[in-house]
């Protein structure tokens, strides 16, 4: 019983039977005819007759029985020995045929026609070779019977010739019989090799399958789980401005800052998340304009002065001569942001430099770099490519909330390529690192009339607020947090848990904006109802908040083209978000 992969058999079997079926069986025919002919008219006799029957008959025994394996379609595995067998038995029964043509037809007397069958016999013999050579024992099958044959015929001749002929006859055979061994050696191997590669292919993909699942899986974990935290915590920021906003005095107005402040930095935790779903899903797109890099490091001092001033760090920042860049403005702000504020987290004593360098020559022509450096732990080189790895954090096994979540670089890496500014890093571990970012020089002023950076929202004027609001959330709290807070900038608030609840209060309210959560019971989500009142009531302003942060979702969002604001929401962009 053979050892191969029964695929490796099988297909061996396949490229034999080819070989061997009822199409090679009558193609042989001919030959042996002509054969049997010629030394029949060189010696006349009924011996070449009765040869030329024999395999005839057995050629004709061999096409039905071939024709009908053939019919039989594909074998399975337990068909495969047994078929081998049957077509060795008839290989063997075919060489012992061509072993009796010497005996039979060939002149014993004559050199010349004993030298011209003996060609004939060794031409048949590495015919078969290579035809059969998908097994050893078909190539044995063939070779042996009809070598035994001739060279038992010559031996009984006897002449120096004839022994010379046994001899050469000896000498090929063997030789041929090596190489169509070695032939049959290799193709299993190839065989084999391509199967086993097969498999490993096959394994690897349902590998990568199990792989991506479980990616599938943690991402909806971690959707779910951050839709879950949302929730609550955009009611408490709602709720929380709705306190800010009433002037509480004394300890109760400290209480309420210092909540708001945590909510503040719990929001900015889950937004750092949500920014990078938002990324994965393309729904940021850079806008390009002309920045002066001025105007950007005077933001970025005023964001991170007072965090690196508590470190009793030093943040300078050097930017020479009024250079204008190319970029999108809050994009390119928020990748600086990012690298300043990992520098000041893992930087204790020292402090930030953010410089400007002269614009770039070679392929760095008409492009600027922007160096972050700063004198802190330093990374490892063998660390400095996993740091732009979603929560991976140098020196940091405590998770240490100090110092983030680990997503800041992750999110530099996804916004350098989306604004194809190149990033590099330098590090030395207990020096300090630099990160440089180059940027395209901008060829065009900056538009004076245009906001540059920052993010911040202007007062909101309560008269451009609309008079009465649907909100539409299945979460009570979240539901009271927000008709709270429009309660308190004088709008008319009506609610609804569901679809049908919110359609009721249409028809009964003279309703001017629709503020829907995506998430609701029933067969429609938010953002179906608002594309729906666009279609039937294009008047009414509709506004989604949601806590969705899978890539897919917010796609599908901003395929929309419906005003999307994310939980947790800070009051001052929602009320913006209303003003008419």
């Given at each position: 019983m053979s050892h191969e992969l029964p695929a490796v058999r099988r297909v061996k079997l396949e490229l034999l039977l080819q070989k061997f079926g009822p199409g090679a069986t009558l193609a042989i025919l001919p030959f042996a005819t002509a054969t049997a002919l010629f030394f029949q008219h060189l010696r006349p006799g009924p011996l070449a007759g009765v040869w030329l029957g024999v395999f005839y008959v057995l050629a004709l025994v061999r096409f039905v029985h071939m024709r009908a394996i053939v019919r039989m379609g594909r074998l399975g595995d337990d068909d495969i020995e047994p078929v081998l067998r049957v077509v060795t038995r008839y290989m063997v029964v075919t060489g012992l045929v061509w072993g009796l043509a010497p005996w039979m037809i060939m002149p014993l007397d004559d050199g010349l026609y004993k030298g011209l069958m003996t060609a004939l016999m060794l031409g048949v013999v590495s015919t078969a070779g290579a035809v059969y050579a998908s097994h050893r024992?078909?190539?044995?099958?063939?070779?042996?019977?009809?070598?035994?044959?001739?060279?038992?015929?010559?031996?009984?001749?006897?002449?120096?010739?004839?022994?010379?002929?046994?001899?050469?006859?000896?000498?090929?055979?063997?030789?041929?019989?090596?190489?169509?061994?070695?032939?049959?050696?290799?193709?299993?191997?190839?065989?084999?090799?391509?199967?086993?590669?097969?498999?490993?292919?096959?394994?690897?993909?349902?590998?990568?399958?199990?792989?991506?699942?479980?990616?599938?899986?943690?991402?909806?974990?971690?959707?779910?789980?951050?839709?879950?935290?949302?929730?609550?915590?955009?009611?408490?920021?709602?709720?929380?401005?709705?306190?800010?906003?009433?002037?509480?005095?004394?300890?109760?107005?400290?209480?309420?800052?210092r909540l708001g402040h945590s909510v503040r930095m719990l929001s900015e935790s889950l937004d750092t998340m949500l920014d990078v779903s938002r990324l994965d899903a393309g729904a940021v797109q850079p806008h390009l304009q002309a920045i002066r890099l001025h105007a950007l490091f005077v933001s970025l001092h005023n964001t991170f002065g007072f965090r690196a001033q508590e470190k009793g760090l030093q943040l300078r920042m050097r930017a020479p001569g009024d250079l204008v860049v190319s970029s999108d403005p809050m994009l390119l702000e928020r990748l600086l942001g990012n690298l300043i504020d990992n520098a000041i987290k893992y930087t204790e004593r020292g402090g930030v430099v953010i410089a400007a360098r002269a614009p770039g020559v070679g392929a760095r022509a008409g492009r600027l770099r922007i160096d972050i450096v700063d004198t802190g732990v330093g990374i490892a080189p063998r660390f400095q490519k996993l740091v732009f790895d979603e929560y991976y954090q140098v020196d940091n096994p405590q998770r240490n909330r100090t110092r983030g979540l680990g997503i800041g670089l992750s999110i530099v890496r996804r916004l350098s390529e989306l604004l194809a500014h190149e990033v590099q890093l330098r590090s030395r571990p207990e020096r300090g690192t630099r990160f440089s970012v180059w940027v395209p020089l901008a060829h065009a002023r900056p538009d004076v009339s245009a906001p540059e950076t920052g993010m911040d929202f202007p007062m909101v004027d309560r008269r451009r607020l609309p008079a009465q609001v649907l909100v539409l959330d299945d979460e009570p709290d979240s539901r009271e947090a927000l008709a709270s807070l429009l309660r308190s900038h004088g709008c008319l608030v009506q609610m609804a848990a569901d679809v049908d609840e919110a359609e009721r209060a249409l028809q009964h309210h003279d309703v001017q904006a629709v503020v829907a959560d995506f998430r609701l019971p029933g067969e429609r989500n938010g953002l179906e109802f608002l594309l729906a009142l666009r279609n039937t009531r294009p008047e009414l302003q509709g506004l989604l908040v949601t806590g969705e942060t899978l890539p897919a979702r917010i796609a599908a969002i901003k395929a929309s083209g419906v005003?999307?604001?994310?939980?947790?929401?800070?009051?001052?962009?929602?009320?913006?978000?209303?003003?008419?």
């Amino acid at each position: 019983m053979s050892h191969e992969l029964p695929a490796v058999r099988r297909v061996k079997l396949e490229l034999l039977l080819q070989k061997f079926g009822p199409g090679a069986t009558l193609a042989i025919l001919p030959f042996a005819t002509a054969t049997a002919l010629f030394f029949q008219h060189l010696r006349p006799g009924p011996l070449a007759g009765v040869w030329l029957g024999v395999f005839y008959v057995l050629a004709l025994v061999r096409f039905v029985h071939m024709r009908a394996i053939v019919r039989m379609g594909r074998l399975g595995d337990d068909d495969i020995e047994p078929v081998l067998r049957v077509v060795t038995r008839y290989m063997v029964v075919t060489g012992l045929v061509w072993g009796l043509a010497p005996w039979m037809i060939m002149p014993l007397d004559d050199g010349l026609y004993k030298g011209l069958m003996t060609a004939l016999m060794l031409g048949v013999v590495s015919t078969a070779g290579a035809v059969y050579a998908s097994h050893r024992r078909t190539i044995a099958a063939v070779h042996v019977p009809a070598a035994i044959g001739l060279i038992t015929a010559l031996i009984w001749s006897g002449t120096a010739l004839d022994w010379l002929l046994v001899v050469t006859t000896v000498a090929y055979i063997a030789t041929s019989r090596r190489l169509t061994f070695n032939q049959a050696e290799l193709l299993s191997s190839s065989l084999a090799a391509r199967f086993e590669n097969e498999d490993l292919a096959h394994k690897l993909a349902q590998q990568v399958e199990l792989v991506e699942e479980a990616n599938r899986e943690k991402s909806r974990f971690l959707a779910s789980a951050s839709h879950d935290l949302r929730q609550p915590l955009h009611a408490i920021s709602l709720f929380t401005s709705v306190l800010q906003g009433a002037g509480l005095g004394g300890s109760n107005g400290e209480t309420v800052s210092r909540l708001g402040h945590s909510v503040r930095m719990l929001s900015e935790s889950l937004d750092t998340m949500l920014d990078v779903s938002r990324l994965d899903a393309g729904a940021v797109q850079p806008h390009l304009q002309a920045i002066r890099l001025h105007a950007l490091f005077v933001s970025l001092h005023n964001t991170f002065g007072f965090r690196a001033q508590e470190k009793g760090l030093q943040l300078r920042m050097r930017a020479p001569g009024d250079l204008v860049v190319s970029s999108d403005p809050m994009l390119l702000e928020r990748l600086l942001g990012n690298l300043i504020d990992n520098a000041i987290k893992y930087t204790e004593r020292g402090g930030v430099v953010i410089a400007a360098r002269a614009p770039g020559v070679g392929a760095r022509a008409g492009r600027l770099r922007i160096d972050i450096v700063d004198t802190g732990v330093g990374i490892a080189p063998r660390f400095q490519k996993l740091v732009f790895d979603e929560y991976y954090q140098v020196d940091n096994p405590q998770r240490n909330r100090t110092r983030g979540l680990g997503i800041g670089l992750s999110i530099v890496r996804r916004l350098s390529e989306l604004l194809a500014h190149e990033v590099q890093l330098r590090s030395r571990p207990e020096r300090g690192t630099r990160f440089s970012v180059w940027v395209p020089l901008a060829h065009a002023r900056p538009d004076v009339s245009a906001p540059e950076t920052g993010m911040d929202f202007p007062m909101v004027d309560r008269r451009r607020l609309p008079a009465q609001v649907l909100v539409l959330d299945d979460e009570p709290d979240s539901r009271e947090a927000l008709a709270s807070l429009l309660r308190s900038h004088g709008c008319l608030v009506q609610m609804a848990a569901d679809v049908d609840e919110a359609e009721r209060a249409l028809q009964h309210h003279d309703v001017q904006a629709v503020v829907a959560d995506f998430r609701l019971p029933g067969e429609r989500n938010g953002l179906e109802f608002l594309l729906a009142l666009r279609n039937t009531r294009p008047e009414l302003q509709g506004l989604l908040v949601t806590g969705e942060t899978l890539p897919a979702r917010i796609a599908a969002i901003k395929a929309s083209g419906v005003p999307c604001l994310f939980k947790p929401v800070r009051a001052e962009a929602l009320l913006a978000a209303l003003v008419r």
